[in-house]
């Protein structure tokens, strides 16, 4: 099992910025990719960005270049930094990890942490 940890949420105005973590312990050896989610009240939850174990990010165009994100595999940890935020970035934002099983890919989810922009 793979225990997630997030921190970093808060409420920020418009324009602002925050920076998320996320701590993965237990089983984490067979992790690849990490990332966020996030989900706003009454809608699906939709992806932020991921990253690969080597770093390399993917992110939803939403966020291209306000949210840039990292990984320390030393400290088991991603980081999202999120700048020039919107009220409609407000959500729970939830961090993944995804580890090959077989034939297919187990996901483990945080707790989330919640993101609130004010206009």
């Known amino acids: 099992q793979v225990q997630l940890v997030e921190s970093g949420g808060g409420l920020v105005q418009a324009g602002g910025s925050l920076r998320l973590s996320c701590a993965a312990s237990g089983s984490i050896s067979g992790i690849n990719a990490m990332g966020w989610y996030r989900q706003a009240p009454g809608k699906q939850r939709e992806l932020v960005c991921t990253i690969t174990r080597g770093g390399i990010p993917n992110y939803a165009d939403s966020v291209k270049g306000r949210f840039t994100s990292s990984r320390d595999n030393g400290k088991n940890s991603v980081y999202l930094q999120m700048n020039s935020l919107k009220p409609e970035d407000t959500a729970v934002y939830y961090c993944?990890?995804?580890?090959?099983?077989?034939?297919?890919?187990?996901?483990?989810w945080g707790q989330g942490t919640q993101v609130t922009v004010s206009s």
């Open positions: 993944n990890a995804q580890e090959a099983y077989y034939w297919t890919t187990r996901h483990y």
